[in-house]
């Protein structure tokens, strides 16, 4: 799923860029979320903290209560992959930003053909989220797209006969059969059960005693089996 996080003090603007955001996604049929805000304020902050897939921030750099550059910081403190767009009253203030390494994809003027500018640093984002190791799936019309490194597990509900692929923020729930999966990822991921394909790079503990394994956000399963334990790197 992608996740636009989008800033601005100004309501009508908001909605330009939300609607900007809906004519271009409905063309590519990728599912995603936009999440609409006027200051960087507590909600804000929270979905700047969560674990969402496919980040594409477009912030205003003057709201009320900060500066879309300090917030911009803060996020590079501990993601680098999301992407950043601004917006700004100042086209003058485009030289503060270069000064700065923030790696943002751009910054548009609000008086400067908008909406025509945006659409193109947004049609660029997507371009850049499809390049990162993803997999990608159809499911009844929708494309998904996650992230390798978002997936923790993959197993098997035997009751509805689908595969779950198991991230940090969600489950998704598909009809392909595991071995099918398994020849769209990569060398990071093992099979440590029948029914589960598990992403080592994620993984901090295995404990072949116990038959379960740890992983770097405290999430801990059973699905390791005597049959595939030689084959882990890990324990």
């Known amino acids: 799923m992608i996740n636009f996080i989008v800033c601005d003090d100004n309501s009508e603007v908001r909605q330009n860029v939300a609607d900007t955001i809906g004519k271009l996604m409905m063309k590519n049929q990728l599912v995603y979320k936009v999440h609409l805000f006027s200051d960087y304020d507590k909600s804000f902050k929270k979905v700047l903290d969560e674990k969402l897939s496919c980040k594409i921030y477009i912030l205003d750099i003057e709201a009320p209560s900060a500066s879309g550059i300090d917030i911009a910081r803060k996020i590079r403190d501990t993601d680098i992959d999301s992407i950043i767009i601004f917006l700004t009253s100042h086209n003058e203030l485009g030289s503060v930003l270069l000064q700065d390494e ?134």
């Open 102 to 235: 923030l790696m943002f994809l751009t910054f548009i003027c609000k008086f400067n053909d908008q909406e025509k500018r945006l659409e193109s640093a947004i049609t660029k984002a997507l371009q850049m989220v499809g390049v990162k190791q993803a997999i990608r799936f159809d499911d009844r019309g929708s494309i998904y797209t996650i992230p390798l490194h978002d997936i923790l597990y993959i197993t098997r509900d035997s009751i509805d006969r689908k595969s779950i692929i198991v991230t940090d923020y969600t489950e998704y729930k598909i009809g392909k059969p595991l071995n099918e999966i398994m020849e769209l990822l990569d060398e990071r991921f093992k099979q440590t059960h029948r029914a589960c394909i598990t992403n080592m790079d994620r993984v901090r503990v295995v404990d072949k005693r116990g038959n379960t394994i740890l992983f770097d956000n405290g999430l801990r399963i059973n699905l390791l089996s005597d049959n595939y334990k030689k084959e882990l790197r890990v324990g």
